[in-house]
């Protein structure tokens, strides 16, 4: 049976979504560190007003490994929140960009949590501003990601420090290849 097409948010306000987010939980990656901890990604509007800077950091081992991209409108026509996520590709030579999908599928009045997936379901991130998400909004979450498809079952919580990690005072480990592998799913 052919899955129906995915629900996303129309008429995200792309200033008020930036900003801060932690990682509450995410598909693992076979790319991603399994002992990775305090998982978070910066979002920053450049001048321009459509493309965001975007920062993806987490810790593993007491390092901090991160990786920084661009994001922007699949379609600047559409209202829909169907992103695509660009990271240039250090350590290969030439550097080339990989690009991926960043679907909102859902994000509540306040921005305050959100649930991100792709169209290939293989991918699914639940956000909140803050390092931890009441058991029931999270539930919620996992429903609606259920009900467009995807197999909650493979959720994985992602442990967060609270107070959470400043954001350079770990060892820089600039290796940060599962974040490309993990965007383009392979």
Known sequence: MAKKEMEVVKGLDVRRYMGRWYEIASFPSRFQPK???NT???????????????????????????????AYKADPASDEAKLKVKFYVPPFLPVIPVVGDYWVLFIDDDYQYALIGQPSRKYLWILCRQTHLSEEIYNQLVERAKAEGYD??????????????EGDAAPKDTKGIWWFKSLIGK
């Not at 001048?47 to 901090?64: H, I, P």
């Not at 909650?152 to 990690?165: G, M, R, W």
Request: glycine share 12%; hydrophobic share 25%; charged share 25%.
């Open 35 to 37: 002992d990775g901890v």
């Open 152 to 165: 909650v079952s493979k959720l994985h919580k992602t442990p967060q420090a609270d107070p959470p990690p």
């Open 40 to 70: 978070r990604a910066t979002y920053t509007l450049r001048e321009d007003g459509a493309t965001v800077n975007v920062l993806n950091e987490t810790w593993s081992g007491g390092k901090r490994g991160f990786i920084e991209g661009t």
